[in-house]
């Protein structure tokens, strides 16, 4: 399988393969993630595609590996069953968009789950959830080659009835992708850039970004939020009251 992957939107481009060498015809400019994968070995790099130009890429195959997974609420920290998890290459902190087939591994009653094999080097692991309500918990790891590596997957549950404060995160990590300046979020002062690292004093270490706008969502609509994010160097907290929405 060989693909190329914008990285400005989320957009495949399936390419052809004849012997060792492949072609990928009809990229519009911009910078794509080039990914070739047979079965759970593969490689993927990023690519800078100009207009007219040819772009050639040598991929190399990267040993297989192991990684045992445990998915956990980050509420209670009880396990949680039948995630199906998968693992995909992350290049400078670009990550290929996970595909989970039939036979992916689902965590067990335990929360625990088993990628073998898996892709080595640095690996983003995701898992789907079975419940309606959870958000999506990934992880990132480096693994040697035939090497294993542990990971920690935290979802959290939604409330059933949501509120916010007119933030968006980005999906992969908890910084703030984006602020409503009327809402009560730009009001307190909370920008664009900032890395929420505490919701009401919880640290949300672990977290995806999807995870810590659920945990934001679950602050009851007209009680405060405080959000403590870095900002640079410096750590900022700020408070914002919830409305209901979502």
């Known amino acids: 399988m060989i693909d190329a992957q914008s990285v400005s939107e989320v957009k495949r481009v399936p390419g052809t393969v004849d012997g060792a060498t492949f072609r990928i015809v009809g990229l519009r400019p911009g910078r794509y993630l080039v990914n070739a994968q047979s079965g759970s070995e593969g490689e993927a790099q990023l690519v800078d595609v100009r207009a007219g130009a040819t772009t050639n890429v040598d991929l190399t195959a990267q040993a297989q590996a192991v990684i045992e997974g445990t998915v956990i609420d980050f509420r209670t920290r009880t396990p949680i069953a039948d995630a199906s998890c998968t693992a995909v290459m992350t290049v400078e902190g670009e990550q290929l968009v996970p595909r989970w087939g039939p036979g992916a591994p689902k965590s067990d009653a335990s929360g625990h789950v088993r990628l073998d094999p898996t892709p080595s080097g640095d690996v983003t692991v995701t898992c789907a959830m079975a419940g309606t309500g959870w958000s999506v918990p990934s992880a990132d790891v480096r693994v040697p080659p035939g090497?294993?590596?542990?990971?920690?997957?935290?979802?959290?549950?939604?409330?059933?009835?949501?509120?916010?404060?007119?933030?968006?995160?980005?999906a992969t990590s908890p910084r703030i992708s984006g602020v409503r300046p009327d809402g009560?979020?730009?009001?307190?002062?909370?920008?664009?850039g900032d890395l929420v690292t505490q919701v009401n004093g919880v640290a949300v270490q672990g977290l995806n970004g999807v995870g810590v706008q659920q945990l934001i969502g679950r602050v009851p609509a007209g009680e405060q939020a405080r959000i403590t994010v870095l900002r640079g160097p410096a750590t900022m907290t700020f408070t914002a009251q919830s409305v209901a929405g979502f």
């Open 147 to 170: 090497g294993h590596a542990s990971v920690l997957l935290m979802s959290v549950e939604a409330s059933p009835e949501r509120s916010t404060i007119g933030i968006e995160l980005t």
């Open 184 to 192: 009560p979020g730009g009001k307190a002062g909370l920008a664009i």
